[in-house]
């Protein structure tokens, strides 16, 4: 059996003497959506600091295709929770700049990066600033700047947070589409039930701080999920996921 | 589309400075004319209170004096603050990648802040004569620091998340500053330079005051001796000039510097 492409086991860690994770462990398989769904505060983000080598863990093991994982070979592309465009780089700029910090040339990691301009839909707006695009579209290059990178797994941190309501919708089926097309292995972080369920095919629901996984929670719905029968079964597991995280107290207590 | 309103807002661009400009031309032209009435009219003499209009004709009548006497200024100026600027940059290099540097040279700097200018002139003059070095050091002196914290704020400015997203790519340190600190650094190194540029006129001008062989400094000095207000007053007409003209400089190379912002006001977004 081939081993999980990430595997945390009895991760813990905290800033201070303030615990923030405790005793997490989970795994994402090869190709598959997996979402972590906590409440705001409870370190969804840390397990992401933790995992693109910002802070190292106070307990626990990492492991990536099997082997534990590299600190300094980082199989990991970040998306951050705002677009963080750097707004003095065109757009074109801003999607090579994994490839150019990996010691590209510039010239080069255009050529690379010019032929996903039309399918993120950002086709003619290569030479704009990041100023001169909409909330949606500087979404789209900040995701086309994690895709280019070529790594094997995608870490996305709350990427829709920002956006609109209708906007982040249309963003959401856009973003099923592309990983039904190019098969990514994505690890989301997110506080919005009905984007977890509508995207994964599995879900770690955390507690507040100090963090456990309360629920591992499956979403065998077929796709794509906009369609009709998949929204009336949707329903049944956002309730169950939203009565898990609004009753903490649920589980082992002291 | 895209072309036509790129086209209105260059058009606008154009347009815009004269209508911005206008309540300034107006409260200029309000001054002058008050000032030359009242130099006309109250029986002040000449020597006291010249009319503007006689700085002016004066200015035309010394105007080989005073250009050559401008030329050494405009020269000292520049020098002096291409030293400081260029100082300024390597220590606030220095300062973010070595914090403890901060701690340690910041009191240094902010107690030569508080050095009076009138008191250092004459004394850096004694030391190191009329040539370029006095003149060097104390536009370095007015300059430096305000130079310095506009550049250290500014590599503090950087966004958070740009620098996580940088640090995630693997970039190793000196990457980070180079693609992120520094550019973030400019609009703060921009509202520095125009501040600082102007003090630079008036440390070169002070400089030359206290002791030079050339220079408007040396030139306000002499006229003042000569009982010659006016050519006093075209000295300064000209020093302001000098300053207006280095601080439009400066817009100038921002705009091209900071292609991002063009056409758009105020903050990001």
């Not at chain 1, 005793?23 to 840390?46: C, H, M, Q, W």
Request: some cysteine; aromatic content about 10%; proline content about 7%.
């Amino acid at each position: 059996m081939t081993p999980p492409r990430l595997e945390l086991r009895g991760i813990s860690s905290g800033y201070g003497d303030m615990p923030v994770l405790d005793d997490i462990s989970l795994s994402v398989g090869r190709g598959e959506f997996v979402s972590i769904l906590g409440p705001s505060g409870a370190g969804k983000s840390t397990l992401f600091r933790l995992l693109t080598g910002a802070m190292a863990p106070r307990a626990g093991e990492m492991f990536f295709d099997g082997a534990p994982l590299d600190r300094n070979a980082r199989p990991f592309a970040f998306m951050p929770q705002r677009d963080a465009l750097m707004p003095w780089r065109r757009i074109i700029d801003n999607t090579t700049l994994g490839l150019e910090v990996q010691g590209m040339r510039r010239s080069q990691a255009r050529t690379i990066v010019a032929p996903f301009f039309h399918e993120f839909g950002l086709a003619g707006f290569e030479n704009h600033y990041p100023a001169e695009l909409s909330g949606g579209m500087r979404q789209r290059a900040a995701l086309m700047r994690t895709v280019v990178q070529g790594r094997p797994m995608l870490l996305l941190d709350e990427p829709f947070g920002a956006l609109d309501a209708l906007t982040r919708t249309a963003m959401q089926r856009w973003l099923e589409e592309m990983r039904a097309h190019h098969g990514w292995t994505v690890l989301l972080v997110t506080h919005d039930v009905r984007e977890a369920v509508y995207l994964s095919d599995r879900i770690y629901v955390l507690s507040p701080r100090p963090a456990r996984v309360v629920r591992e929670i499956g979403v065998p719905l077929p796709r794509p999920r906009h369609r009709h029968n998949a929204r009336t079964n949707a329903a049944d597991i956002e309730n169950l996921i939203l009565e898990t995280l609004l009753e903490p107290h649920e589980g082992p207590s002291p | 589309m895209f072309a036509s309103s790129r086209l209105r807002r260059l058009a606008a661009s154009f347009r815009q400075p004269f209508a911005r400009a206008f309540p300034a031309i107006l409260a200029v032209g309000l001054l002058y004319l008050a000032w030359e009435a009242y130099a006309r009219f109250s029986g002040i003499s000449p020597t006291t209170l010249p009319a503007p209009s006689r700085v002016l004709v004066q200015a035309y009548e010394y105007r080989e004096a005073l250009w050559d006497n401008t030329l050494p200024t405009i020269r000292a100026t520049l020098l002096g603050f291409a030293c400081s600027l260029a100082a300024a940059f390597v220590f606030s290099v220095l300062i973010d990648f070595f914090q403890p540097l901060r701690r340690a040279l910041f009191p240094v700097f902010i107690i030569s802040q508080t050095l009076p200018l009138v008191a250092i002139a004459p004394l850096v003059v004694l030391w190191f004569g009329f040539g370029l070095t006095p003149k060097i050091l104390l536009i370095a002196l007015v300059t430096f620091f305000p130079m310095l914290v506009a550049l250290t704020e500014g590599y503090e400015a950087t966004e958070e998340e740009i620098e996580q997203l940088l640090a995630s790519m693997g970039a190793p340190r000196w990457k980070r500053f180079l693609l992120a600190r520094l550019p973030s650094a400019l609009p703060y190194f921009f509202a520095g330079l125009r501040i600082s540029i102007t003090y630079a006129v008036v440390g070169a001008i002070f400089a030359e005051y206290a002791g030079s062989a050339k220079g408007l400094g040396i030139y306000i000095l002499n006229a003042k001796n000569n009982f010659r207000a006016d050519l006093v007053l075209a000295a300064v007409l000209v020093s302001a000039i000098l300053t207006l003209v280095l601080f439009a400089a400066t817009l100038l190379v921002q705009r091209l510097a900071m292609p991002w912002t063009q056409g758009r006001r105020g903050g990001r977004r």
